[in-house]
């Protein structure tokens, strides 16, 4: 599944609540998906961990919908499959 049809999915099912819980909350619920992971790394919780980055990942899909954000489209241009900083694939930068 790309990411585009992995968003559109979500739109289908739950932006007609999404819409209704507004931005705000929305981005209050990705920010305790985004506790839940970071507990899921603390404790080393692979199954966890699976399961709390697919929530966060569907949460940000249903902010970029309530913001008509063609999530897909953001990444590609954000990252356009070399570094931004040094131009090359893999980076080369120096470590920070």
């Not at 966060?56 to 954000?69: D, G, R």
Request: proline fraction near 2%.
């Amino acid at each position: 599944m790309e990411i585009k049809e992995f968003q559109e999915m979500i739109k289908k099912i739950y932006f007609h609540r999404d819409l209704s819980r507004g931005k705000e909350k929305t981005m209050l619920w990705l920010v305790e998906e985004i506790g839940e992971l970071a507990e899921a790394v603390r404790k080393n919780d692979l199954q966890a961990l699976k399961e709390e980055i697919a929530d966060v990942f569907a949460w940000l899909v249903s902010l970029a919908n309530l913001y008509e954000i063609d999530l897909e489209e953001a990444i590609k241009e954000k990252y356009p499959n070399f570094c931004m900083k040094c131009g090359k694939r893999p980076c080369e930068c120096e470590k920070e």
